[in-house]
């Protein structure tokens, strides 16, 4: 049993800490995502609720451009995060040399 074990740990082991950050970023950035829809469907509630009043109505229309803009800003970075991820893993199996 003891020479299984040992035939085991004598194997490679894969750079977990890269695949792990890379994870929580991952999780991180589609909590964030979620949370911008979220935000768009509460600016779409309070339009509805709004009744034809002016102030409600531009409160809303913020609320839902705010929650754009931050959408589309969680969508870059999880690309560019991404991006820098596989350039990394890209450099890592070749050697960082070209």
């Known amino acids: 049993m003891d020479g299984n074990l040992t035939a085991l740990d ?7 800490s890269a695949v792990g ?3 929580i970023v991952n999780w991180v ?3 964030a995502g979620l949370i911008a829809v979220g935000v768009i469907i509460y600016g779409a509630i309070k339009f509805l609720a709004a009744q034809g009043q002016p102030d ?7 609320i839902v451009a ?4 931050g959408l589309v ?6 690309a560019i995060v991404n991006f820098i991820f596989n350039l990394a893993g890209d450099a890592a199996t070749t050697g960082g040399a070209e």
Do not use: E, G, W
């Open 73 to 78: 800003i969680v969508a870059l970075a999880f």
């Open 56 to 62: 409600k109505i531009k409160q809303a229309k913020q």
């Open 66 to 69: 705010y929650a754009l803009v």
């Open 21 to 23: 950050l890379s994870n």
């Open 29 to 31: 950035l589609t909590a």
């Open 10 to 16: 004598n194997l490679p082991k894969a750079d977990t």
